[in-house]
């Protein structure tokens, strides 16, 4: 927490009536962007629905201070500091009016969510910024931003792992073998959005795929440009492989979280994996067109998911 946080001298309590409206703001923001996840929301009991749209609603706030192309990399980051001071402070029970800090204040009390994590979920959002604008790389030189498999899984657990963590406070878990396994399916979420989007990636001059895993395939940056997909199949085979292992720790979180969240939790898992499979499917021709999970199948999945909530 911000060091220029004390305790409030008075507590902020907010009414239940502008807890209700800040919430109804949340989940529209949610149920605008979030796409996959909000299906997973959805089977939510209430409460908890309520909760995981603060938080994403939260995400969706740093993330648009991340990707303000009219700001320098310090000024977005100078930006993110005082968005992040107004958050401590409403997290501290200093008075606010902002929605969104409403309901992530109630969210984070209620769920007993550590200040640390939300902070992680922010700067997550920062760290695919240029740190340096000063020394851009050359016009269309492709560089790999990772060395190591163990570089990318740090980003990827800035980005999608700290989000199991704080998804699965707000689920409930007793057992503390649950917080590895949230973090293996964030990382299995995020490998899986990494390889869907390669040409989207590539057009914004970023490779997330490990160096070292170009090496052992024979692949350069440049093979990414040619956007051949036979070319890069094996690679993103082994991709897939590693997400694949972390929805099998998905599958043996599910049992731990508590019972009214296991379905969402199970909803989610589906659908991400459902996607994977559909590029595996394709041999990885994530170039020709965009591959998804179309909305008939994630309402497929939803209803089985509702099964499961009644049984």
Same mark, same amino acid.
């Not at 907010?14 to 929301?41: E, K, M, W």
């Not at 590539?202 to 997909?229: H, I, W």
């Given at each position: ?11 902020? +309590?907010?009414t ?14 949610a149920r ?7 299906y ?12 995981? +749209? ?15 192309n009219?700001?320098s ?5 100078n ?5 992040l ?6 997290l ?17 009390r209620?769920?007993h ?9 922010a ?16 016009m ?21 792992s700290?989000?199991g ?25 995020q ?11 590539v ?7 490990p160096?070292?895993?170009l ?6 940056p ?12 094996p ?5 897939a ?21 296991q ?28 591959v ?11 209803g089985k ?7």
């Amino acid at each position: 927490m911000s060091a220029a946080v004390g305790n409030a001298p008075v507590q902020f +309590s907010p009414t239940s009536s502008q807890l209700d409206v800040a919430y109804s703001v949340c989940r529209h923001i949610a149920r605008s962007a979030a796409r996959n996840f909000y299906y997973g929301f959805a089977i939510l009991p209430r409460p908890k629905r309520n909760s995981l +749209s603060a938080v994403y609603a939260f995400m969706r706030r740093c993330d648009d201070i991340a990707d303000d192309n009219s700001l320098s990399f310090q000024e977005r980051r100078n930006k993110l500091a005082e968005w992040l001071d107004t958050v401590h402070r409403a997290l501290a029970g200093y008075p606010i009016d902002d929605a969104l800090l409403l309901a992530l204040a109630d969210t984070q009390r209620r769920y007993h969510i550590p200040i640390g994590l939300l902070d992680q979920l922010a700067y997550g959002t920062a760290a695919d910024v240029e740190q340096d604008p000063s020394a851009p790389e050359p016009m269309g030189v492709l560089v790999p931003r990772y060395r190591t498999f163990d570089e990318l899984r740090q980003y990827c657990y800035g980005v999608a792992s700290v989000v199991g963590l704080v998804c699965i406070k707000i689920f409930g878990y007793r057992d503390p073998a649950a917080e590895p396994l949230a973090e293996h399916c964030g990382l299995a979420f995020q490998l899986t959005n990494i390889i869907r989007d390669v040409k989207e990636d590539v057009a914004m001059g970023r490779v997330y795929f490990p160096e070292e895993d170009l090496v052992e395939f024979g692949l350069s940056p440049t093979d990414f440009t040619a956007l051949n997909p036979g070319r890069l199949a094996p690679m993103l085979a082994k991709q897939a492989e590693r997400a694949r292992e972390g929805y099998r720790a998905g599958e043996e979180l599910i049992p731990l979280v508590n019972e009214d969240s296991q379905p969402a939790l199970w909803v989610l898992i589906t659908i991400y994996r459902r996607l994977l499979e559909k590029m595996a499917a394709r041999q990885f021709d994530v170039f020709s067109e965009r591959v998804g999970v179309s909305v008939r199948e994630k309402l497929t999945i939803l209803g089985k998911g509702y099964v499961k909530r009644l049984l």
